[in-house]
């Protein structure tokens, strides 16, 4: 397709379990944002990628998070021992560029029993 | 002080009127500016980038940035009820080199 796309779009896990959720870029669009976003809040900045490296990763919150994006195409977001706090629709996005504009998935909401 | 600041509203807006959002920022080196609109239950699209100060104006929507008051706004003409949405600020933080959003201002047009 031609837009960001995200899987799963719907996540139900129990606490303490593992988690993994993909985003598949727009095409040639070499800058891919992982975020967090809570009912009633904007978008939290997690992670930013610029093709393999991880630019900046100041915004996951603790080790349990973790993402790569292997071949400067797909990421995986990976959250280790989940929590309740946890439960958030997680928003990938991409660019062409350094700065452009962004262009985001649906989302893949995570709820955490 | 908050990285982008924006007053989450709800701002209600008659039909036909001029709505007006706004939004601060505190990295005065930044150099990119995005609003996005926001249904209830669907991911933030974009409706306009501003790079320079001034107005820039795209169908019934302006966005309008003044760089030395580090403030950015968007006006929506002509306010229609499917305007209604959540409007997201976003900087893009040179110093960072990162895209903080607001926390977005949720606006309501009056049938």
């Known amino acids: 397709g031609a837009g960001v796309s995200q899987t799963p779009s719907n996540k139900v896990t129990e606490k303490g379990k593992y988690v993994e959720l993909r985003c598949d870029p727009i095409s040639g669009h070499t800058a891919l944002y992982w975020y967090r976003q809570s009912l009633g809040q904007g978008p939290e900045f997690l992670i930013y990628?610029?093709?393999?490296?991880?630019?900046?990763d100041s915004g996951l919150p603790n080790d349990r998070f973790f993402a790569v994006r292997p071949e400067g195409s797909v990421s995986t977001l990976k959250i280790q021992r989940t929590e309740r706090g946890d439960s958030a629709v997680y928003l990938c996005?991409?660019?062409?560029?350094?700065?452009?504009?962004?262009?985001f998935g649906e989302g893949s909401r995570l709820t955490v029993l | 002080q908050k990285e982008v600041e924006q007053n989450s509203g709800p701002l209600s807006v008659p039909e036909g009127a001029i709505a007006s959002l706004n939004c601060t920022y505190s990295?005065?080196?930044?150099?990119?500016f995005f609003w996005y609109r926001q249904y209830s239950g669907k991911s933030p699209e974009l409706i306009m980038s501003i790079y320079s100060n001034g107005d820039k104006e795209d169908g019934r929507f302006t966005a309008q940035l003044n760089k030395a008051s580090q403030y950015v706004s968007l006006l929506i003409r002509d306010s229609q009820p499917s305007d209604s949405a959540t409007y997201l600020c976003a900087v893009f933080m040179n110093r960072d080199d990162k895209i903080i959003f607001g926390k977005g201002t949720r606006l309501h047009i009056l049938p």
């Open positions: 996005a991409s660019s062409h560029r350094e700065g452009g504009e962004l262009f």
């Open positions: 990628f610029q093709g393999t490296g991880a630019a900046d």
């Open positions: 990295d005065r080196v930044s150099q990119s």
